[in-house]
């Protein structure tokens, strides 16, 4: 294709960078699927809540509904099996807050009036802090929770104790 108004240099270019842009884009799409990471959406037939819980759905899954506020998550400690596929909805009841778990590919803006969507897997025991990563007022940092991930018979041994 020859294009007049431009010469030669300036049209490798343009299309060197299409072309890069279509390799970039493919190659975050790919990954993420490799991956199994699940795009953040927003959902809108689910109602914004006022009580933050985890709830038990099926032997290692949970839907988590996490509540933003000045300046704490509820619930901020939450405890779960390794293996455990979580489904978390957040919302705020008062500004804008950040939701993000340290170490894993999750991080969600928390808006009042809005709830948003995440699907993780915790395959691996451990403790992985949850952080509010947009400044959202003089307490912001003291913003965070904690998902502790047991391996499963420390997890049932807690959860007979809890009881």
């Not at 915790?122 to 965070?144: A, D, L, S, W």
Request: hydrophobic share 45%.
């Amino acid at each position: 294709m020859k294009w007049d108004f431009i010469d030669e240099y300036e049209a490798w270019a343009f299309k060197l960078s299409l072309g890069l842009i279509v390799v970039f884009f493919v190659a975050v799409v790919g990954l993420a699927a490799l991956k199994g990471i699940d795009v953040p959406t927003c959902v809108t037939e689910f109602k914004p809540f006022e009580k933050g819980e985890l709830v038990q759905l099926g032997p290692k899954e949970y839907q988590l509904k996490l509540l933003a506020r000045m300046w704490s998550f509820e619930p901020r400690e939450i405890v779960i099996p390794a293996g455990a596929k979580v489904t978390v909805y957040t919302t705020s009841l008062d500004v804008q807050h950040g939701f993000e778990i340290e170490g894993k590919a999750v991080n969600l803006m928390t808006i009042p009036g809005a709830v948003n969507k995440a699907e993780i897997v915790f395959k691996r025991p451990g403790e992985y802090r949850i952080v509010c990563n947009e400044f959202c007022g003089i307490g912001h940092q003291t913003m965070y929770g904690i998902i502790k991930v047991l391996p499963e018979e420390e997890y049932e041994k807690w959860r007979e104790g809890s009881r």
